[in-house]
């Protein structure tokens, strides 16, 4: 290929062949597109066959294979043109098809398990037809490795998500081997069981497994001697996260569990799993921080009671006396504070022990674990339980928070303004890098061009994120007590949303196909070859997470209605351009370090100079924005809302209540989320989100985080750098320990009443959830995202195994070997890094 | 026996240092000084005391009776905050770097570059990188990929990031703990460059090793300790390897050394 484009005849004839082989694939594409909006290709039900009929999936489909037709005929003009980029794009669309052909050939073998009455396949109950179930795979693997081992080492070299370095690859490759035998051995298994049922549709895996072979057949010869490679962002960062093994394992079960029972991807089962390890997830988070720093708190589950008893002493008998509950005392809120001071006090017990006694910390928090124990178990007493109901019988409320509604609202736009600001000082720096970055590698006109593009792109995606933002805020609002939001949008502003959006995208593309089109051959470099498949990716993607979305809440979308497509297109179109932004700033990021690495000196253009010459109109397009969003909210709140009337909240239903509304309620019916009434879902889901994700910003972005790292990656180095290395094992403890309290106080929010063994043995759920997501007990390594997966590991287990029908008692030696597989996973992951 | 050759004022000195541990004397009396601009080779069998000396001077331990000067002031160096204070960077054979965290990180540690965003302040990872780079090229590291894992790397490359760092932060004083113990000889050979590199830029470098004709190379000056005494301060052109090795070994100073150091005296 190097040669076809370097022009010398011996290699012509490949470039004409897969330059034939592309428009081919292109025109098979667009056909299939075609075929869908004129009927011959139903998918799914079609209640008859016209044009405006398209359901869902066919124009999930249409689309998906438009843009592919178009990639793969933009593929063969490049190659025809002898284009060096083309090699980038013969490695994209032919990676596309694969996964498409893979994705083909499984629908045919899940379309036939399903049709069946048999429904899914269950995993036998018994020990004799689980054995035979193991060989049954274990052979089906070893004939598809002897018969197709070549073709297995295709997979390794699609696979191999992990080393960077790719010459090294070739021997051993633990992740290649690893994705290759696991999607042969599933869908091996897959294709013994569907081949045995009735109503396996030959044509469509036919048709799937073709496609798959022929793409991997280009694919593999299109990656040969390339840098750039599709799989490549995935592979890095799997390489980077230090989760690898959750996700693979998450992976895993989720697979393995929702073929063999069909209530386990249930709205119902997935709410149970989060709802009931939310809390344990919150607590995870300290104890992940405290183990990356190479510590760890056993004491967390007594810690959970105490604060939990604390909050319910403090709520029923340490304001009995001040009299009801009202307005002006908070008394929940008080005693909510109270009980987190507690929290904190027995973490920094805790730290405060372990640095000055510098016994390990398995010991000191055995034993301030038996410690705080006690404190519950005395001042409660043995057998009882301390109940809100006992306190403050049926008459009274739970309690109750009072809320200014000039509170909300000022969050509201404190919320705008900040992303506003956000993007204000972004954009000079974006803007005076990518000019950098061009101008260093064409010729300036065309940089400065591109670099204005960029920054008014990122601006525009900040404005409606922004927008979005009030958007939500304001409805949330105007729901949260019914209060009937009195204005919908005309007409006119859905059009007006509509064109606005075509523009930005055709905005989008046309920034993206400008450098491209100006050089019509050559020349290209990695950046500008990856904008454009990383700015359709983009949208696709963010189009198939809608969708997912509204295929799994079952959202039935009415179009015609405004309101709800308004709101539907400003979250689609912020999340879109987001994404897109990122992707280009990571791709001009990548076109930089390439000036580096070449070692030409980049000038450094100060901020506050950009900002002298030509910031000014930014500033003040910026400032009129988002005077405009406020404008907009103030004059809503007194058009709509009676703002002088505090809002009225449940104090338990903000710490962990159930999710009782639906989506129909926030947007008037529109749209219509079907929770059903048996799905608990609950709000320390969304509390356990939120610090998720603070926690992995500070972990990851701040000072604080990377000291912890330090700590516990190499005490000595940090204490040499000047880290004050027991300051920061306490402020872990303290940290931790008030995770746990905030915890606590939502397991009592959602179950009012407090036993001495309240969160007993939690710790070693927690310290295993933490273990599973690939944090390492030695300290130095981990991430949040990790636990979070491990958490869910935990919880999906729990579930699953009760669905497909194993003995819940078999739970915990089940936890106990996968956790030790995940371990061992992870040290694979990591020492084939090195 | 040395004399200063300049009327400056030392860098570090330190004045009859005693060390003891319970009954243990670890150190007794020791002098030692680093002229500025200096490598000095630290020289001396296990247990001689040097790590203890090293020790005392990085705040890790208090020395018993004795005082140290720096840059002519005396001062207390009762914790590793205050050496660093003052400018004094311990480079430890495994100590120096975090494995797990990347070059830049590691080369920022303790005093990370941020910017605002709203009331927060994030990691300016990008600086970071950048300049580690740019700083680790000045000293004459090149490095790949400032955002890779330190643990990748080869002992000899990590070395020369710390060497580097030091360089880059200003320090004054290196010390460079037993360096190249674990090192291949190409690596050595990078690292007692950089070692050079530092002192052409102004550092003053202390280098414990035990192997002499490594330090031979490169130092401008050897201390000899054994059993926590000084056996005495020699420049290079005055000895040579075998001369050096056998005092370290027996801790007596050679005949035609003493001959010199009476001559001296009566100078």
């Given at each position: ?29 667009l ?18 066959v016209s ?10 489909v249409a ?13 063969a ?7 060096r ?11 596309v098809s694969?996964?498409?052909?893979f994705?083909i050939a499984?629908s ?5 398990t ?7 396949p269950r995993?036998?109950?018994?020990v ?30 699609i ?17 290649g081997?690893f994705f290759?035998l ?6 091996a ?19 799937g497994?073709?496609?798959f ?8 010869y ?5 840098v ?17 093994g ?7 079960i ?11 991807l ?5 709410a ?7 809390t ?7 104890i992940?921080t ?18 939990a008893?604390a ?13 009801p ?13 109270l ?10 017990i805790n730290g ?10 398995f ?8 410690a705080?124990r006690?404190i519950?178990?005395?001042f409660?007493?043995g ?9 403050f ?8 928070v ?6 909300i ?22 803007w ?10 064409k ?12 920054s008014?792109?990122?601006?525009i ?14 409805v ?14 005309g ?16 905005v989008?593309?046309?920034i ?13 470099n990695?950046g ?5 498949p ?8 963010w189009?198939?997470?809608f969708?997912l979305?509204?295929k ?35 791709q ?9 690495a070449?070692g030409?000196?980049v000038?450094?253009?100060?901020v506050?100079?950009?900002l002298r010459e ?7 397009v ?6 405009l ?23 338990f ?7 009782r509304?639906?989506m129909?309620q ?11 009434d ?23 972005r701040?000072r604080?985080?990377n ?21 920061v ?13 905030l ?7 959602r ?11 939690w710790?070693l ?34 579930t ?5 029908g ?10 106990g ?10 040290n694979?992951v990591k020492?084939?890094r090195? | 026996?040395?004399?200063r050759k300049s009327?400056d004022?030392?860098l570090?000195e330190?004045r ?5 541990f319970?009954r243990?004397?670890?150190?007794r009396?020791i ?5 500025r601009?200096?490598?000095?080779g630290?020289?001396?069998?296990n247990?001689?005391?040097k790590s ?12 018993t ?10 001062v ?6 205050v050496?660093?204070e003052?400018?004094?960077?311990t480079?430890y054979q495994?100590l ?25 302040r ?8 950048e ?21 990748t ?38 690292v ?7 002192k ?13 004709g ?20 020699f ?7 075998e ?7 027996t801790?007596e ?8 150091r ?6």
């Amino acid at each position: 290929m190097q040669a076809y484009f370097e022009n010398r005849d011996s290699n012509a004839q490949s470039g004409q062949f897969y330059t034939a082989i592309m428009g081919v694939l292109g025109l098979a594409y667009l056909a299939v597109t075609i075929l869908i909006f004129t009927g011959w290709i139903a998918l799914g039900e079609r209640a008859n066959v016209s044009r405006r009929d398209i359901n869902f999936n066919e124009w999930a489909v249409a689309i998906g294979s438009a843009l592919l037709g178009i990639g793969a005929f933009r593929t063969a003009w490049g190659l025809a043109q002898r284009e060096r980029v083309s090699w980038a794009w013969l490695q994209w669309v032919s990676f596309v098809s694969l996964l498409v052909g893979f994705a083909i050939a499984m629908s045919a073998v899940l379309g036939a398990t399903q049709q069946n009455n048999i429904g899914a396949p269950r995993l036998p109950n018994d020990v004799l037809g689980l054995s035979i179930l193991i060989i049954a795979w274990v052979s089906s693997i070893g004939i598809l490795l002897t018969r197709f081992v070549l073709y297995g080492q295709g997979l390794a070299r699609i696979f191999r998500f992990i080393a960077k370095d790719r010459d090294k690859l070739d021997s051993g490759n633990f992740w290649g081997w690893f994705f290759g035998l696991f999607f042969i051995a599933v869908f091996a298994n897959l294709v013994v069981i569907a081949t045995t049922v009735e109503g396996f549709n030959k044509e469509r895996f036919l048709l799937g497994v073709g496609l798959f072979v022929f793409s991997a057949a280009i694919y593999s010869y299109a990656v040969k001697g390339s840098v750039y490679t599709p799989d490549q962002r995935i592979r890095i960062q799997l390489a980077e996260s230090p989760s690898a093994g959750a996700i693979i394992g998450l992976v895993v079960i989720v697979m393995g569990f929702s073929m063999a029972s069909d209530l386990f991807l249930d709205t119902t089962s997935i709410a149970s799993i989060l709802s009931n390890n939310a809390t344990k997830g919150i607590i995870a988070i300290g104890i992940t921080t405290l183990m990356i720093s190479g510590e760890f708190d056993l004491s967390v589950g007594s810690v959970l009671g105490v604060t939990a008893m604390a909050y319910m002493i403090f709520m029923g008998e340490g304001f009995k006396g001040i009299g009801p509950l009202s307005f002006e005392q908070q008394p929940t809120v008080i005693a909510a504070i109270l009980a987190l001071i507690c929290a904190c006090i027995m973490g920094l017990i805790n730290g405060l022990l372990l640095v000055t006694t510098k016994i390990p910390s398995f010991i000191v928090t055995l034993g301030t674990l038996f410690a705080y124990r006690a404190i519950a178990l005395v001042f409660i007493g043995g057998g009882r339980i301390l109940r809100y109901r006992d306190y403050f019988p049926p008459p009274a409320e739970f309690p109750q928070v009072f809320i200014s509604r000039w509170a909300i609202a000022t969050l509201a736009i404190t919320g705008a303004l900040f992303i506003l600001v956000t993007a204000l000082q972004a954009i000079p720096q974006y803007w005076s890098r990518s000019v950098r970055a061009w101008s260093h590698i064409k010729d300036r006109e065309m940089g400065s061009v591109i670099a204005l593009g960029v920054s008014i792109w990122s601006f525009i995606s900040a404005a409606t994120l922004a927008t979005a933002f009030a958007w939500l805020a304001l409805v949330a609002y105007f729901h949260l007590d019914r209060v009937h939001f009195g204005k919908t949008l005309g007409q006119a502003d859905f059009w007006l949303a509509i064109i606005l959006g075509l523009a930005a995208a055709a905005v989008i593309t046309a920034i993206n196909l400008y450098p491209s089109w100006r050089k019509k051959s050559g020349g290209l470099n990695a950046g500008e070859a990856y904008s454009i498949p990383t700015g359709v990716t983009g949208w696709i993607l963010w189009i198939a997470i809608f969708a997912l979305i509204v295929k799994v809440y079952d959202l039935r979308l009415n179009l015609s209605n405004p309101d709800s497509s308004m709101l539907i297109l400003i979250v689609v179109a912020a999340l879109g351009f987001t994404h897109v932004t990122l992707a280009t700033f990571r791709q001009y990021r990548l076109a930089r370090q390439q000036v580096v690495a070449v070692g030409e000196r980049v000038e450094a253009v100060p901020v506050s100079q950009y900002l002298r010459e030509r910031g000014y109109l930014t500033v003040g397009v910026s400032a009129a924005l988002a005077l405009l969003i406020v404008a907009l909210i103030v004059t809503a709140y007194q058009r709509f809302g009676n703002i002088d009337s505090p809002l009225k909240v449940g104090f338990f239903d903000v710490a962990n209540g159930q999710w009782r509304f639906t989506m129909a309620q926030v947007t008037r019916g529109l749209v219509h989320v079907n929770i059903p009434d048996q799905a608990n879902l609950r709000n320390a889901i969304a509390w356990w989100v939120i610090l998720a994700s603070i926690f992995q910003v500070i972990l990851f972005r701040t000072r604080y985080g990377n000291s912890v790292f330090a700590v516990g990656g190499n005490r000595g180095a940090a204490r040499a750098q000047g880290i004050n290395v027991n300051r920061v094992k306490v402020q872990n403890f303290v940290l931790c320990s008030f995770l746990t309290g905030l915890a606590g106080i939502m397991e009592v929010a959602r179950n009012p009443g407090v036993d001495p063994l309240k969160g007993n043995t939690w710790e070693l759920d927690v310290i295993a959830m933490t273990v599973i997501g690939g944090t390492l007990l030695t300290g130095g390594y981990g991430s949040i995202i990790g636990t979070m997966l491990g958490v869910l590991i935990f919880g999906m287990l729990g579930t699953g195994l009760v669905l497909v029908g194993m003995d819940s008692r078999m739970f915990q030696g089940v936890i106990g070997v996968i956790m030790i597989g995940a371990v061992v996973l992870n040290n694979t992951v990591k020492r084939s890094r090195s | 026996m040395a004399t200063r050759k300049s009327d400056d004022t030392p860098l570090l000195e330190m004045r009859g240092i005693f060390k003891f541990f319970g009954r243990v004397q670890a150190l007794r009396g020791i002098d030692f000084h680093v002229d500025r601009q200096e490598i000095v080779g630290l020289l001396g069998d296990n247990g001689a005391g040097k790590s203890t000396l090293i020790k005392t001077l990085t705040g890790f331990h208090t020395p018993t009776r004795g005082q140290i000067y720096f840059e002519g002031r005396p001062v207390s160096i009762d914790s590793p905050y205050v050496a660093r204070e003052l400018g004094i960077e311990t480079v430890y054979q495994d100590l120096a770097l975090v494995p797990l965290m990347s070059i830049a990180r590691n080369f920022w540690l303790g005093q990370e570059p941020t910017k605002r965003l709203g009331p927060f302040r994030l990691l300016d990872e990008e600086r970071m990188g950048e300049e580690a780079r740019k700083a680790l090229a000045d000293v004459g590291i090149t490095i790949r990929n400032p955002h890779e894992e330190v643990g990748t790397m080869s002992g000899g490359e990590r070395q020369s990031i710390a060497i580097g760092r030091a360089v880059y932060f200003g320090k004054k004083l290196l010390i460079l703990d037993e360096p190249t113990s674990a090192l291949s000889v190409g690596e050595t050979r990078k690292v007692l460059e950089y070692t050079r590199t530092a002192k052409a830029r102004g550092m003053s470098v202390i280098f414990i090793t035990h192997n002499i004709g490594q330090i031979h190379q490169i130092a401008d000056r050897f201390t000899v300790i054994s059993h926590g005494t000084k056996v005495g301060d020699f420049y290079k052109d005055e000895v040579d390897e075998e001369e050096v090795a056998n005092m370290v070994m027996t801790g007596e100073v050679p005949e035609r050394l003493r001959l010199i150091r009476e001559e001296e005296m009566m100078v």
